[in-house]
């Protein structure tokens, strides 16, 4: 089993519509979780992170965050063309020293006009 | 604030060639991490340094080594280099404390012929 997985994809959705995106963890001891965007061609951007149950909001972009079920979403509201890209789930573990990030492969997100 | 920057950008060696990849992180990080990206494998974790001290290592062979200076800068090496080393060299900095997520350079793309 992988540290992190997502489905590798690609989501295609209409511009307009919700963005829904799933990483699974398999560390209980996570504590820290980040989604980064990649554009191809172009190194990873981080666009949100989140520490706690729940969902935090930032403009578009909704992380939600459950991890007695292990599992960290992001939805992108009003999907755009530009939202076209690889998005990356990364975890923080407390089993490794320091700031150790584990990615997942990553999910291909196709916005159509 | 100048962002992490990576030199070279792009890189051709031969194989059994070796080679040295250059990071220096945002004014202010202590902590340089090191990611190899492949199309198959996605962002590999190679090692992280923090205070001139590694305190992580990903599970690459030993002819990947790295190093990091008193001013933070980062350098990354690759002996007797393999086809299979040819890969996007991911290097990211981040504040102390370990809790925040990565600022990724832009990368060195490596070609191995």
């Known amino acids: 089993q992988k540290e992190v997985e997502q489905n590798s994809g690609p989501l295609s959705v209409p511009e307009g519509a919700i963005a829904s995106l799933n990483c699974t963890y398999s560390?209980?001891?996570?504590?820290?979780f980040f989604w980064y965007r990649q554009y191809s061609g172009k190194s990873p951007e981080l666009i949100m992170s989140?520490?706690?149950?729940g969902d935090k909001e930032d403009g578009r972009f909704t992380a939600q965050l459950n991890k007695a079920s292990q599992y960290v979403s992001l939805l992108i509201r009003d999907s755009q063309p530009s939202d076209s890209a690889t998005y990356l789930c990364?975890?923080?573990?407390?089993?490794?020293?320091?700031?150790?990030?584990?990615f997942g492969g990553g999910t291909r997100v196709l916005v159509k006009p | 604030k100048a962002g992490v920057t990576q030199t070279p950008r792009y890189l051709i060696k031969t194989r059994g060639q070796q080679v040295t990849l250059s990071c220096s992180p945002i004014?202010?990080?202590?902590?340089v991490s090191w990611y190899q990206q492949t199309p198959g494998q996605g962002l590999q974790f190679l090692f992280e340094?923090?205070?001139?001290?590694?305190?992580n290592k990903g599970n690459f062979p030993g002819r990947f080594s790295g190093r990091q200076f008193s001013n933070s800068r980062s350098e990354m090496n690759v002996s007797t280099l393999e086809l299979g080393d040819s890969a996007l060299y991911l290097c990211?900095?981040?504040?102390?404390?370990?809790?925040?997520?990565?600022?990724f350079g832009s990368g060195t793309r490596l070609t191995v012929v």
């Open positions: 560390d209980r001891g996570s504590q820290s």
């Open positions: 990364a975890v923080r573990s407390l089993k490794a020293a320091g700031n150790k990030l584990t």
């Open positions: 990211a900095s981040s504040p102390e404390g370990g809790a925040s997520g990565y600022t």
């Open positions: 989140i520490y706690s149950n």
């Open positions: 004014s202010g990080h202590r902590s």
């Open positions: 340094y923090f205070s001139e001290t590694q305190r």
